[in-house]
């Protein structure tokens, strides 16, 4: 059974839909118990970083924690990415869950002298897939994804996959059990559901 964590951001039921056509078992919940005892977590999220304070104030920060130290598979998309650093400019008085060090930013208003657009929107590449990444078996570098996002985070020694737009970014984090992607898996294509199904099969 894979836990799904409704922290009212976004795309919950897309989310759900696309695990479903993989043949999972799914549970939407806000109950920080069964968080804690799940097999699987998926925190997926659209929207404003200040969102992700919803989750300690149910306990599921806590609950993550211990479901992770426990060997449960973790993965966050978009803002669920975003929150497994230790925080972001977006909100800095939200704290995350800092699994990795670094603070997510705003992409810069200007990159090598020009004018860059925010939000990033759009088709980009997985640019690098590192070698012993489990959630990016079978997937080429240079494979496309969908992302819709203003801020982002570092690159860091964690990261699996860099997504190039005003400079690098972590399209992709991945340590042990704990993996998080920026782009929007079931938005994909046949890379999204490559890396939904590699999850699940985890």
């Known amino acids: 059974m894979i836990a799904v964590i409704d922290y009212k951001a976004g795309n919950l039921t897309s989310a759900v839909k696309a695990l479903t056509y993989l043949g999972a078992e ?71 869950l800092g699994h990795f060090q670094g603070q997510c930013e705003h992409f810069p208003a200007l990159f090598e002298g020009a004018e860059l657009k925010s939000p990033h929107v759009g088709w980009n590449s997985l640019d690098t897939i590192r070698g012993d990444s489990r959630l990016l078996q079978g997937i080429e570098p240079g494979g496309f994804v969908y992302y819709t996002h203003s801020w982002r985070a570092p690159v860091v020694p964690d990261t699996a996959s860099v997504t190039h737009y005003g400079g690098a970014f972590t399209g992709v984090v991945e340590r042990g059990n704990v993996m998080g992607v920026q782009f929007h898996p079931e938005k994909s294509a046949e890379v999204g559901l490559r890396v939904l199904r590699n999850f699940v099969e985890l």
């Open 26 to 96: 799914t549970q939407v919940t806000q109950d920080a118990e069964v968080v804690r005892t799940a097999s699987k977590i998926v925190l997926p999220g659209v929207g404003h970083f200040q969102a992700t304070a919803l989750l300690q104030e149910l306990g599921i920060t806590d609950a993550v924690r211990e479901a992770v130290a426990r060997g449960a598979e973790f993965l966050g998309v978009c803002v669920g990415l975003q929150w497994l650093f230790e925080g972001s400019t977006e909100a800095p008085e939200t704290a995350g």
